[in-house]
T-cell receptor
Framework: GENVEQHPSTLSVQEGDSAVIKCTYS??????FPWYKQELGKRPQLIID?????GEKKDQRIAVTLNKTAKHFSLHITETQPEDSAVYFC?????????????FGKGTHLIIQP | EPEVTQTPSHQVTQMGQEVILRCVPI?????FYWYRQILGQKVEFLVS????????KSEIFDDQFSVERPDGSNFTLKIRSTKLEDSAMYFC??????????????FGPGTRLTVL
């Protein structure tokens, strides 16, 4: 089955700086890669996602890049703000293939220092 | 904006008891999921459900677990004989269809299950 590795486990950045979180996946059949933000005690909220036919996607301060050959994808947050502090999870699935349960990484605790 | 809802928010039970966790997916969604998250750990996939049958399940989803869509709105997860290690947050999620542009799974707020 799919295995998703995520690094780092904790990331502390100064407010206004950029943050990068990296994930690798093992199953070449995976074609859908969402990123979820989870605040303490709350539900995971989708912040951005990318499909395997796209190399990069951007939404305001958030971007995701995908390298299918290397089987890794990254989340980039620019101009970080205090409200960006949360745990971020990457995930992968074979969407549309009837086996689309998400396999999550272990999460990155992002801390924005004022 | 429509959201997935779950009840109860917190369930406390004795080891060996049966529990049923309830979810109301977003109304026009066709695909339903259960995930669990042990405190401080990652979210883990349990099962997916479509057209009134299980479409995929993980190793975690053993014979103690079952899912059902008893009516047009509810989606339930039953744990037949709870164990201490079943203590976790259980999230329901739903997705509108299998089309490539509709991959997003929307999560409910979760039910915290505590097994004593």
């Amino acid at each position: 089955g799919e295995n998703v590795e995520q690094h780092p486990s904790t990331l502390s950045v100064q407010e206004g700086d950029s943050a990068v979180i990296k994930c690798t996946y093992s199953d070449s059949a995976s074609n859908y890669f969402p990123w979820y933000k989870q605040e303490l005690g709350k539900r995971p909220q989708l912040i951005i996602d990318i499909r395997s036919n796209v190399g990069e996607k951007k939404d305001q301060r958030i971007a995701v890049t995908l390298n299918k050959t290397a089987k890794h994808f990254s989340l980039h947050i620019t101009e970080t703000q205090p409200e960006d502090s949360a745990v971020y999870f990457c995930a992968a699935s074979n969407s549309g293939g009837g086996a689309d349960g998400l396999t999550f990484g272990k999460g990155t605790h992002l801390i924005i220092q004022p | 904006e429509p959201e997935v809802t779950q009840t109860p928010s917190h369930q406390v039970t004795q080891m060996g008891q049966e529990v049923i966790l309830r979810c109301v997916p977003i109304s026009n969604h066709l695909y339903f999921y259960w995930y669990r998250q042990i405190l401080g750990q990652k979210v883990e996939f349990l099962v997916s459900f479509y057209n009134n049958e299980i479409s995929e399940k993980s190793e975690i989803f053993d014979d103690q677990f079952s899912v059902e869509r008893p009516d047009g709105s509810n989606f339930t997860l039953k744990i037949r004989s709870t164990k201490l290690e079943d203590s976790a947050m259980y999230f329901c999620a739903s997705r509108v269809s299998s089309a490539p542009s509709t991959d997003t799974q929307y999560f409910g707020p979760g039910t915290r299950l505590t097994v004593l």
